[in-house]
C-alpha cells in the first residue's frame, strides 16, 4: 500500500467494500424519505424537515459518492502502473454502473436547481438512483464479501530451509 499519500485511510478491499456499503444506506434514507413525502397522499406534519433532510442526506450522498468513485479510480490507476493488470467484465460493469449512477444524480440535481421544466421527472431518477446504488453494490461489495467469506482459509507455513 502506498501510504505517501494514504496514511490517514487504511484501504483494502474489505475496508472499501464497507465503506462502499454506507452509501447503500444513505441511497435507502433518500428513498425512504422522499417516498414519505411524495409516495402517500395527504399533508404530513414535518414536511419541510423531511424535506430539508433529504437535501442535506442527498448532498452528502454525492460527496461519499465522488469520494468512493476517487478511491477506486484511483487503486485501478495504481494497479495499472504496477503491471499486469487486465479490467474483466466484472470491473468494467462495475465501473459503467458507477459512473452511469452519478451523472443520473448530477442529472435529477441539475433538474431541481436549473432546468425546472423537467422536475416531473426527478422522483424517476431519485428512484433509479436509490435502486441502482443497492444493485451496483450488490453486484460488487456483496459478491465481493461472498466471494473472499467462501474462499478457504490460507494457511501461512514459515518455508524456511535448515542450514546443516
Excluded at 435507502?28 to 433532510?53: Q, V
Excluded at 468512493?68 to 467484465?89: E, K, P, V
Aim: net charge positive; aromatic share 16%.
Amino acid at each position: 500500500m502506498d501510504t505517501s499519500v494514504w496514511q490517514f485511510l487504511p484501504i483494502t478491499p474489505t475496508t472499501r467494500t464497507y465503506r462502499a456499503f454506507v452509501l447503500v444506506v444513505l441511497a435507502l434514507f433518500e428513498f425512504l424519505t422522499a417516498m414519505k413525502l411524495f409516495g402517500s397522499k395527504g399533508p404530513h406534519a414535518g414536511a419541510i424537515t423531511i424535506m430539508r433532510l433529504h437535501r442535506l442526506t442527498g448532498y452528502v450522498f454525492a460527496v461519499y459518492f465522488a469520494f468512493i468513485s476517487w478511491i477506486c479510480l484511483y487503486l485501478m490507476a495504481r494497479l495499472a502502473t504496477a503491471g499486469n493488470y487486465q479490467l474483466d467484465a466484472r470491473g468494467a460493469l462495475h465501473g459503467l454502473l458507477a459512473f452511469s449512477l452519478f451523472g443520473i444524480l448530477l442529472l435529477k440535481i441539475s433538474f431541481i436547481r436549473i432546468y425546472r421544466n423537467y422536475r416531473p421527472y426527478v422522483p424517476l431518477l431519485g428512484i433509479i438512483v436509490a435502486v441502482g446504488t443497492v444493485v451496483l453494490w450488490c453486484f460488487a461489495g456483496w459478491m465481493f464479501l461472498f466471494l473472499v467469506g467462501s474462499a478457504p482459509p490460507r494457511r501461512w507455513r514459515c518455508r524456511m530451509r535448515r542450514i546443516t
